[in-house]
């Protein structure tokens, strides 16, 4: 996958992979890259979790340089934690590397970001109705199939990703009430022929 030079976005590599190839702190990260800081005991409410594993899993998240203490956000005895990076990317290479570990934890990796993806897609789905006639008219979900070779296929993918990061600039401002978070996922794998 393309590497972008933003210090807001961590290039994973294989000891971070190993820190983070986890269900539980994979959803964790996410809560705080999206939610914002959070204690355990939140997180633990917001995943159906219990606060002795969220407790546990995000000591394992700031270990690996993830997420850090946020004492602004508490007061009182209660640890606040928040997302290091807003973005981050996964090096194909892990999926080759000569450890047996670390391709084991890339496979748990993309199947987590797989699954998260096909979750937050659903979620859409079911909720769709609350959301205004604008938005209902405002998201897509499609498929097309092409005949391509291996790098015309990098070509596009990253056409698509400089497309995407085209619209960074055009961001509106956290107080328009008439914006709100646009998840964009991109899929381009081959299929098996019949």
Known sequence: MEERKDPQVRTLDARSLRGLAH???????????????????????????????????????????????????????ERWWRAVAQGLVFDDALLTDASP?????ADTYIHEVATAQTRELSTWIGNRQSWSREWQGAWDMSS??????????????????????????RAAS?????????????????????
């Not at 790098?151 to 056409?159: C, H, M, Q, Y």
């Open 101 to 105: 570990e670390v391709r084991g934890a």
């Open 144 to 169: 097309s199939t092409l005949r391509l070779t291996p790098d015309a296929t990098r070509e596009l993918v990253e056409k698509m990703h400089a497309l995407i990061d085209s619209y960074r600039d």
């Open 174 to 194: 956290e107080d328009d009430p008439e914006a709100a978070r646009v998840r964009i996922h991109t899929h381009a794998f081959p299929l098996a022929a019949d």
């Open 23 to 77: 269900p539980l702190r994979m959803r964790l990260l996410d809560a705080l890259r999206f939610g914002g800081p959070a204690t355990a005991s939140q997180l633990a409410e917001r995943l159906g979790e219990s606060s002795g594993a969220t407790s546990y899993h995000l000591r394992q998240l700031a270990a690996h340089g993830f997420i850090e203490d946020a004492p602004e956000q508490g007061k009182g005895r």
